[in-house]
C-alpha cells in the first residue's frame, strides 16, 4: 500500500501546497481521501489519474477537504469513467445534493453513490478497510486508520492513521497508537493563537506514550512557511520518539 500526498496544505493555499488530499494506492484499486483546491491537479499528475479514482473519501466537510469534489466528477464525466462513489460522515448526502443544486447540469452525469459512515463499525473504502474515530474540531468529522485490501488485521490495527483537522487529544493518540505512519493535522508553530488544532508541542505531548513509527506534520497554513525544522523538533521534545517528517505536495510512503 502507498500513500501519496496530494496535498498538505489548508484553506489558505500557497503555491508549494495544495489543499488537502491523499491517494491511497495497492496497485490494484485506489482511493482518494479528501478533495480540495488544487488536489484534482496534483491526481492529474499521478499515474493514477483522476481516471483512476473511482471513490471519495471525505474526513469532514469543510471548503478546503469538498471544494473539488465535483469538478472531480467533471473531470471523470468528460474522460467517459461512468462511476463515482462519495462516501463520509453524516452530511455527506447533504454536501452533495447541496453542490448539484447549485451545479444540476452535472446531475446524472456519471453513476453517482453517496454512502454516510461513522464510528460506531468498520467499513469498506474503493476495497480498503477502514476503521473511524470522531474528531475534535470546529466541524463534526472522522479521522480514519487504514488496511489493505489483501489484509487479514483487523482494520483498527491497520498501519496507516490519518487524523482530518482536529486538536490533539488522548483518543486520538490511541486511535493511531501502533501505526507505521500517522498523518495528524499540525496547522500552525507554536505560539500561535489557535483553536481545533494542534500546535508542534500539543501534538507531542498527546503522542508521548504511542508507538507510532513515522508522524508526517499536514494541512499546513502559511504561518508555518520557513519554521517547519523548528516545528519537527518541537514534536519531539514534548516527548513523540518516533520519526518527524513534515508532509510535502508529492511526497509517497509505502506502507
Known amino acids: 500500500m502507498e500513500l501519496t500526498v496530494l496535498g498538505s496544505g489548508s484553506a489558505m493555499p500557497v503555491p ?65 469513467e461512468a462511476h463515482l462513489e462519495v462516501v463520509g460522515p453524516t452530511g455527506t448526502k447533504s454536501l452533495v445534493d447541496g453542490l448539484l443544486d447549485v451545479h444540476d447540469y452535472l446531475d446524472g452525469r456519471v453513476d453517482l453513490a453517496v454512502r454516510e459512515v461513522s464510528a460506531a463499525r468498520l467499513f469498506s473504502a474503493a476495497g480498503f478497510d477502514v476503521a473511524a474515530r470522531e474528531t475534535r474540531h470546529s466541524m463534526a468529522g472522522l479521522a480514519y486508520r487504514f488496511s489493505p485490501p489483501s489484509s487479514e488485521a483487523d482494520p483498527a490495527d491497520g498501519p496507516l492513521t490519518l487524523s482530518g483537522d482536529t486538536e490533539a487529544f488522548a483518543g486520538m493518540a490511541s486511535f493511531a497508537d501502533g501505526s507505521d505512519a500517522l498523518v495528524h493535522d499540525c496547522s500552525f508553530p507554536d505560539g500561535t493563537d489557535v483553536s481545533n488544532h494542534p500546535n508542534p508541542t500539543e501534538l507531542g505531548a498527546s503522542l508521548a506514550s504511542v508507538d507510532v513509527d513515522t508522524l508526517l506534520l499536514s494541512h499546513l497554513y502559511p504561518h508555518t512557511g520557513g519554521r517547519e525544522r523548528e516545528m519537527a523538533r518541537s514534536v519531539r521534545k514534548a516527548g513523540f520518539d518516533g520519526e518527524v517528517e513534515v508532509a510535502s505536495d508529492g511526497l509517497r510512503v509505502d506502507l
Not at 488536489?39 to 469543510?62: F, I, K
Open 16 to 80: 508549494e501546497r495544495v489543499q488537502a488530499g491523499y491517494l491511497l494506492d495497492d496497485g490494484d484499486r485506489s482511493l482518494l481521501v479528501d478533495c480540495g483546491s488544487g488536489v484534482l491537479q496534483r491526481l492529474a499528475g499521478t499515474e493514477t489519474g483522476y481516471e483512476g479514482v473511482s471513490t471519495v473519501l471525505l474526513t469532514h466537510h469543510h471548503l478546503d477537504h469538498v471544494s473539488a469534489l465535483l469538478p472531480l466528477l467533471k473531470a471523470r464525466w468528460l474522460a467517459g
